[in-house]
């Protein structure tokens, strides 16, 4: 026979399994609300009939804008850069930029993808895609200031990446019109961001490797560069 009441049940709140969080990292922004988003965008990539490897498209849904834009955001904060890695961005918005020609979705990508660049992992995951760096740089044949900006400051984060950057020199250095390129940005453009993107990336080069400074060092350069900064004055 029991010499006492029995004790009170355990309150639910000590036994149950905390809750696990839907939420990226510190962020307000949910892994269910990425996820959709992420099938957004690879619905869009969707070939359409008769045209497998382009889509041809001068503009995207407001909506699906709004909310890159919102993903472009949280990726600047590099705190919330490794919660982001499950969701293999790298593929998805690697083939935005290739396959889409829409102006505003490969700045976006291109923004996107520089951010994840910071990254280490996300960083190596794009220099080992082998087609991924050559892609990049035949985007320095685009008129778009806002995408060359987002070019540069995608090259500016592989470049600082000491494990990644000596395949992206090796591909810049193979590319005799990257320097062509380069010197007409900064003799025509009359944007002060895109030109003082494209100096730092200069100066990141032919700092970093020596083979490009040799060939790159010279008058022409020299020209270019102070003509950028009349622009900037």
């Not at 009939?49 to 995207?60: A, L, R, Y």
């Not at 499950?86 to 951010?115: D, K, M, Q, W």
């Amino acid at each position: 026979m029991a010499t006492r009441n029995p004790s009170p049940p355990r309150d639910a709140s000590e036994t149950s399994t905390p809750p696990v969080s839907d939420n990226i990292g510190e962020t307000a922004y949910s892994k269910m609300w990425l996820y959709s988003l992420i099938l957004r965008v690879l619905k869009f990539l969707q070939a359409e009939p008769g045209d497998p490897d382009t889509i041809v498209s001068d503009t995207i849904d407001s909506e699906l804008e709004e909310e890159l834009c919102c993903l472009w955001d949280i990726t600047v904060n590099r705190d919330v850069l490794p919660h982001l890695r499950e969701f293999r961005l790298v593929p998805v918005f690697s083939g935005a930029v290739v396959r889409v020609l829409c102006p505003r979705l490969t700045e976006i990508s291109l923004g996107i993808l520089a951010n994840l660049a910071l990254d280490e992992s996300e960083c190596t995951q794009m220099t080992e895609e082998p087609t991924f760096i050559i892609n990049i740089l035949n985007l320095m044949g685009s008129t778009d200031t806002r995408i060359l900006m987002e070019l540069f400051r995608l090259l500016q984060a592989a470049l600082a990446s000491h494990s990644n950057r000596q395949a992206w020199l090796d591909a810049i250095h193979f590319t005799p019109e990257f320097f062509d390129r380069v010197t007409f940005i900064l003799c025509s453009s009359t944007n002060a961001g895109l030109l003082v993107n494209t100096i730092s990336a200069v100066e990141t080069i032919v700092r970093v490797d020596d083979s490009i400074s040799e060939v790159w060092c010279n008058d022409q350069l020299l020209s270019s560069i102070l003509e950028a900064q009349k622009q900037m004055q």
